[in-house]
């Protein structure tokens, strides 16, 4: 949530934000009606309430007409703050929908435009040349099943399309994969965290995953929701809570299941475990200061780096533009991998700086060097995930079919150095 006095005083700074995500600017002019309303009924209520305050003094010290006369207003003014406490109640719900609909600012050095308007910052390692090596590749889906790795068509048997079984070297591949995200995390200070799956209403819209989002499966009885990645239960973990912060940044790794509907993806990258339902990540995810957000944003895409490279695999990192943003994200970091049989670059991991939106949604603040309150920056950042066995598998795959195995995930897989098809 935008910050309400930074709103009503530079509604300007709103809408440039607005128009850089791509997204009309009239909400800002809803919100700032939405806010005098509601200051001007709370401000109508209180007056009332002093009031009546006022008068039950005096009921109790007049007597006769005078006496009578007052019992008549109060009866009359306890009805008029009954309405304005209930058009107050209106006003600051009518508010907090608008204001809970606003996106975050984005950040100046983020480059404008859609989602093709990107800016590459680095390029790391070179694609593989399977031309100059003389076979053609085969894509992850085949390389998995001849390796009994991935299993799709049992998959769709038991929950539907877009589920898998991961087995044998699928399944060790990935745990490998995780268990040594969440060593890397432990060493640089993270707690490791197994998260809930399933969250209350008020931490999933909390930090923006309801609004503007349409891939979340809900439960009704109790009113729950799936998450999509563990930030969101990790961003609920300190709900309305003050954190101390000196001693810097509070940071977490969030290992967890997760689920999405992709929606809105019919028909792409359907072939495989690309855009599935479920799938298994760690998370990072860090609290700090406002101040010192832009530099651990730098830091989580430094430690997504050093996963990426473990996994020897080339990739490039990108700043997302602003149109491609989330409703939480104030800039973000993604990196891609070279998936050789897409001839293309694909997002393994992703890290956004939230700055202070998603706390002051879920009323999360520390206090500063004046013993002052303030609201929290967070940030996220994925560690490792499944999708990642896409790029594992046809960047490292031999004529064969056979999978070299990177060698941070040798001892994984039984210290197998490759990985051979089902005979």
Known sequence: MIDAKLLRENPDVVRAALTKRGESTDLVDQILVADSERRSSISTFEALRAEQKTLGKQVAQAKGDERTALLERTKALAAEVKTTDAAANDAERRFNELAGALPNLVSDQAPVGGEADFRVVEEIGKPRDF???????????????????IDMERGAKVSGSRFYFLKGAGMLLQLGMLQLAIQQAVENGFTPMITPTLVKPEVMGGTGYLTAHDDVYRLEDPELYLTGTS?????????????????????????????????GSHGKDTRGIIRVHQFDKVEMFSYCSLEDAAAEHLRLLDWEKQMLDKMELSYRVIDTATGDLGQSAYRKFDCEAWVPTQGAYRELTSTSNCTDFQARRLNIRHRDADGKTQPVATLNGTLATTRWIVAILETHQLVDGSVRVPTALQPYVGGREVLEPIK
Do not use: Q
């Open 231 to 263: 930030e969101v239960a990790l961003a609920g973990y300190h709900m309305d809570e003050i954190l101390d912060l000196s001693n810097g940044p509070m940071r977490y790794a969030g290992w967890s299941s997760c689920y999405r509907k992709e929606a």
């Open 131 to 149: 031309a100059a090596e003389g076979f053609e590749p085969r894509d992850h889906l085949e390389l998995g099943e001849l390796l009994g790795a």
